[in-house]
């Protein structure tokens, strides 16, 4: 799961560094865009906290997916040890 919050991250940043880049060159390429190009200014404020939060919520659930991992194998260690006919099975 923390893999494809990692992608979605990474497409939202993406997309956050084309929208400034629009914003820097909005007035000189095409006159149609928004004025000033603030609009993409504030798109691509939003586009990089959303994909900030998203890249914070990968490496959350990446770090909870690892203690719940060595928290079992470490409950089936000690499971082993203390009866040997389970290890058995």
């Known amino acids: 799961m923390a893999r494809n919050l990692y992608i979605l991250a990474g497409a939202l940043l993406l997309f956050a560094v084309i929208s400034f880049i629009i914003a820097m060159t909005a007035g000189r390429m095409q006159p149609a865009l928004p004025a ?39 409950r089936f260690r000690e499971t082993g040890r203390r009866n040997p006919k389970l290890r058995d099975r």
């Open 36 to 74: 000033s190009g603030t609009l993409w200014k504030t798109t691509a404020l939003f586009l990089t906290v959303g994909g900030l939060l998203v890249a914070l919520l990968g490496v959350l659930t990446a770090l909870f997916e690892q203690i719940d991992r060595r928290t079992e194998e470490r």
